[in-house]
């Protein structure tokens, strides 16, 4: 067990005061995590969206062009229409 002294004429104010700063800390450390979730997702979103994008526009161009990426193009017509947050 750690034992902490504070200085002063109030050590119970300065102990309490190292524990808010302490847990600031830790939800200031949880936020920034709850921030590299968020940035993931919408990093997802987006690149399913161009992806599901540019499958419709090769299904524009010729069916060879899906089946040359190994998808039918029932599958590909499946993939189009789902939204951008569906995996």
């Known amino acids: 067990m750690v034992s902490l002294s504070f200085p002063g004429p109030y050590p119970q104010i300065a102990c309490f005061e190292f524990t808010l700063k302490r847990n600031y800390l830790e939800v200031v450390k949880d936020s920034r995590k709850q921030e590299g979730k968020m940035q993931n997702t919408m990093g997802a979103w987006i690149a399913r969206r161009r992806y599901r994008r540019d499958l419709g526009r090769q299904i524009e161009l010729g069916d060879y ?6 998808l039918s193009l029932e599958e590909a017509l499946n993939e189009i229409k789902k939204p951008f947050w569906r995996a």
Request: aromatic share 0%; no cysteine; charged share 35%.
């Open 65 to 70: 062009l899906v089946k040359d990426i190994g």
